[in-house]
Structure formats: C-alpha cells, structure tokens
C-alpha cells in the first residue's frame, strides 16, 4: 500500500506478524517502567495465542519459548516479587504458549482438510471444462478459468465451444450455487450443449434443449433426493454464441447474463447488450416466452469477449467493481490469449486476496 506520495506503508499480514514480538518487547518495558503491583502477563500471554493461527509449528514453538523466557528473566531480576507470585506467572505464560501450540496444529489441519476439499471440487470442475482448441472454424479461441481466493467455495462457471454443421457454436454460463452440486450441474450442461450444438438446426433450439436436460436434472435430483452438499440451485445465466462459417457475423441468445463485449481491431469496443431482457435458464416456471437471437457483425481483426461475474464484480479495497468495459476500451490485443491474459492480471491487481467468486473467460477472435 502506497500513500499518495508514494511511501510504501507496510501490509497487513506484515502487521501481524510483527505483533508477538511487539507485545513482548511492551511487556519488558511495561514490568521495568511501572510498579511492582502492575504485571506484564497480558502482553506475554498475548503474543503466543496472537502468533498460533499466523505462524507455523515452528514459529509458534518459538514465540512461545521466548515468552517464557521473558516473563522468567523479568520475575529474575525483580527481587522483589515473591517466590510463589513468580512461579504463577511463569507456569500461566508457559501453559498459554503449550495451549498455542495445540490451536496452531488445529488451525493447520483445518485448513489441511479445507484445502484438500476444494482441491477435489476444483479438479472436477477442470475434468468438465476442457481448454478449447486454439483454432475452431476458422475462429481464434482461448479460453481462462480463475479460481476465487483460498477458502472461497468453488462456483459453477462453465465454458464450452463446439464446431457443427450449423457454424461454431459455444456457452459461457454460471450456475446458481457453489461446491460440488454446482460442478456436476456444469458436467449436464456441458453434456447437453455438446449434443445439441451438433443436432439443433438453430441457436434457439439449443437453448429449449438446455432447459429441457436442466427440468429433467431437477426432477431427478428431487426424486433421489439427495443430500444438500450437492443440491442442485435451480437456474444458470448463460450466453450461448453461433458462428456461421465464412458469413462474417454472430447470432447471440442471452439468457440474464453479462453482456459480450466486441473489441474491434482499432481498440473500439462495444457491448453487446440484449434488446429485451430474459430471464436465465432453469426458470420457465416464471413465464416463457420464444428466444429470439441478436445477430451482429463480426469483422476481421475483432474479438467477442465473454465472461461471468466474476470479472464483474471483482472489488478493490475501496469496493469499487472491476469494470472490463471501462477498462478494456482504446485497447488492441494481438491475440485472444493475450487478452485473457491482461485480463487475469489485472483483476488479481485490483481485488488482490479479495476475490470471493471463481471466473471464466472466453475470447473470440476472427483473424
């Protein structure tokens, strides 16, 4: 962190790792500048419980011992303290420090089974979601998954583009919900675009089969019912895209999620906002209505970015969102990949260990 006349300020994890050592040096000086009758115990207590959930076993152990150490060099050279008030406040530091040792080892395996979990949760959601060739039809792709920050749950982003009869065909969707119910209700989705996108004469049947494979998932997990570590939340936002071969265009149906944005070869960009709004996929149940899809040029030289809100609403200190638009505007990417990269990056550098959702990007580029 900077102030703005450019002095670095330290961080907050450097704060508070600095802190135990802080708290014993206070204590030494406290026990020497006051009165007998005032005792420096909450300062050396302190420091091992404040260093048990930041440092490792180590550091912990460490502290702990120079705690100790402390209070007993303290109480060694006060002559005047009793011999059995003495002994109190040694045995109380070293019983914090031996109980800092135990939260620390609990902390870590907390942590341990934490991680491993979202690990599992985050392979799965990798095994469905295959980066796409860098060529389709003719067609530039990359695509990028972020995961959010450690100890955010896994969400249900998806991704996935498709070569047909009928033109290059792809999703980027988000299901509603986190953790495993969301991962296998990407892997239906996935499963149900992949045979549409290759059957379906129009972009808008494929989106009746999307909702048709996600009434019938939810009927099936209602009458299994299983448990709610995998319960299914019901609705996605989705942007599904068609890329007629060699025509030069775009057919888009959006269904409740972030608009594209088109960035075109001069660094002009607009965004691809549906005329009507509709809701996402998965709420028929509210009202139905025929898609319709918005067709568009798709020049030489432009890209069609895509992506959840994740990049959306990614917000700084202040909590201000990450606005891809805003930022993205007057600037030329040489390749697909390029830009999710800078993308990726950026949003790191305005969140920082903020991010609370996983995102997916997927950029389009007509050569």
Same mark, same amino acid.
């Given at each position: 962190m900077r102030e703005p006349g450019g002095r670095r300020f330290p961080s907050a994890r450097t704060l508070a790792r600095a802190l135990p050592v802080l708290l014993i040096a206070i204590g030494l000086f406290y026990d020497h500048f006051t009165p007998r009758e005032f005792t420096a115990i909450p300062f050396f207590t302190a420091a091992p419980l404040v260093t048990a959930p930041l440092f490792t076993l180590y550091g912990t152990v460490i502290v702990g011992a120079v705690s100790v150490a402390g209070i007993? $060099?303290? #109480? &060694?050279?006060? &002559?005047?303290?009793?011999?059995?008030? $003495? *002994?109190?406040? *040694?045995?109380? &530091?070293?019983t914090v420090a031996v109980l800092a040792v135990l939260i620390n080892r609990l902390v870590r395996r907390s942590d341990a089974r934490l991680a491993t979990a979202r690990e599992i949760a985050e392979a799965a959601q990798r095994a469905v979601l295959p980066v796409p060739q860098e060529w389709i039809g003719g067609l530039e792709i990359a695509a990028r998954y972020e995961a959010a920050q450690a100890g955010a749950s896994i969400g249900g982003d998806l991704y996935a583009v498709q070569d047909s009869p009928h033109g290059v065909r792809l999703i980027v969707g988000d299901v509603r919900g986190k953790g495993l119910g969301a991962v296998s209700a990407v892997a239906v989705l996935i499963g149900a675009f992949r045979?549409? %996108?290759?059957?379906? $004469?129009?972009l808008e049947a494929v989106v009746q089969r999307l909702e048709r494979a996600l009434d019938r998932e939810a009927t099936r997990r209602e009458a299994t019912r299983r448990d709610a570590a995998v319960e299914f939340e019901g609705f996605v936002t989705a942007v599904l895209a068609e890329f007629p071969h060699g025509a030069g265009r775009a057919r888009i149906v959006n269904r409740g999620h972030p608009s594209p944005l088109m960035l075109h070869a001069d660094g002009t960009l607009c965004t691809l906002d549906a005329p009507q709004p509709a809701l996402p996929l998965g709420m028929d149940d509210l009202g139905t209505w025929?898609?319709?899809?918005?067709?568009?040029g798709f020049p030489p030289g432009a890209t069609l970015l895509f992506y959840t809100d994740g990049l959306s609403e990614a917000r700084d %200190?202040?909590?201000?969102?990450?606005?891809?638009?805003? #930022?993205?505007?007057? #600037?030329?990417?040489?390749?697909?990949?390029?830009?999710?990269?800078?993308?990726?990056?950026? &949003? #790191?550098r305005h969140a920082g260990d903020r991010t609370t959702d996983d995102m997916a990007l997927l950029a389009v580029r007509r050569p």
């Open positions: 007993s $060099a303290v #109480r &060694v050279y006060d &002559v005047d303290s009793g011999h059995e008030d $003495a *002994i109190t406040e *040694i045995v109380t &530091v070293a045979e549409a %996108a290759e059957q379906e $004469a129009t025929p898609d319709r899809a918005e067709e568009t %200190a202040h909590g201000v969102f990450y606005d891809p638009a805003a #930022r993205l505007a007057g #600037r030329v990417f040489t390749a697909p990949r390029a830009l999710l990269t800078t993308l990726a990056e950026e &949003v #790191r």
